[in-house]
């Protein structure tokens, strides 16, 4: 049968949406509570929702009985300090899975390309359901940050990078790609990630904001990319290393509380 999917999104793996005037809203992600996860890079994270509606960020297929990335519980305790994120996430109307704030501290190029990971959403959707992709709302002003997507990890001619205004809200299959965010700083970066179920009401929700997966990369010079690439090949064979001297290999080692994010 099939998972359903929408077709704009489904084309590119990624939508851009309008804008959204994030200065007119209060900094309701300062308010909120983070708990230490550590996830593609240096990072907090703060839920609205969750698995059980507790204050944990864990994979819904984490829990017992584990379950796809659908019918998060909200988190009455958090969303009464962050009621615009909270209806934000809740416009479309489709399923929400996991909806939470994700603070980054500044990396570099060479970090993303580390960093860079498909997520897991779909894990346990059953077939003729709606596939499960991600909005991301930035929430801080990072103009010279960029959203970093490829098809093929290693591969950096098809590297997609979006910049993250304030504002800046885009809508990825971070299943299909991977994905990982460039945050030149010098401040966190704060995000509003939302796992969303794909049907007519993403679709509704596509189309009022103008979504459109034309897209023209910011210029990046061969240079940096060559030497960021090179970079990330010695820290992987590093790492392969490291496991191979424990007498462990990549996939056997228990990464703990790492749940990838971007
Ligand atoms: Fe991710």
């Not at 794909?198 to 929700?205: C, I, K, N, R, W």
């Not at 228990?254 to 749940?259: M, R, T, V």
């Amino acid at each position: 049968m099939g998972y359903v999917k929408s077709a704009l999104l489904d084309e590119k793996g990624f939508v851009i949406l309008d804008a959204y005037d994030q200065t007119a809203d209060p900094q309701e992600w300062m308010d909120i509570e983070y708990v230490d996860w550590k996830s593609s890079g240096v990072t907090r994270f703060a839920p609205l929702a969750s698995a059980f509606g507790n204050i944990e960020v864990n994979g819904f297929w984490h829990h017992s009985p584990p379950r796809t990335d659908k019918d998060g519980v909200w988190i009455d305790s958090q969303v009464v300090k962050a009621p615009r994120l909270t209806a934000r996430a809740t416009e479309p109307g489709a399923n929400v899975g996991r909806c939470r704030v994700i603070e980054l501290q500044p990396n570099v190029y060479s970090d993303t390309l580390y960093n860079l990971h498909q997520d897991d959403n779909n894990r346990l959707n059953p077939d003729g359901s709606g596939w499960i992709v991600r909005g991301f709302f930035n929430l801080s002003d990072d103009a010279e940050s960029f959203m970093t997507l490829r098809e093929d990890r290693f591969d950096p001619t098809n590297e997609v990078r979006i910049a993250l205004p304030a504002g800046t809200q885009i809508i990825v299959d971070t299943q299909r790609f991977w994905h990982a965010v460039w945050h030149k700083g010098p401040e966190p970066r704060y995000c509003l990630i939302t796992s969303w179920e794909s049907g007519p009401q993403l679709d509704a929700y596509i189309g009022k904001h103008h979504g459109t997966n034309a897209h023209e990369n910011p210029y990046l010079a061969p240079e940096v990319i060559a030497s960021a690439q090179a970079d990330v090949q010695r820290r992987l064979a590093e790492r392969a290393a490291a496991l191979a001297a424990r007498g462990e290999k990549e996939g056997e080692y228990d990464e703990g509380s790492i749940d990838p994010e971007a």
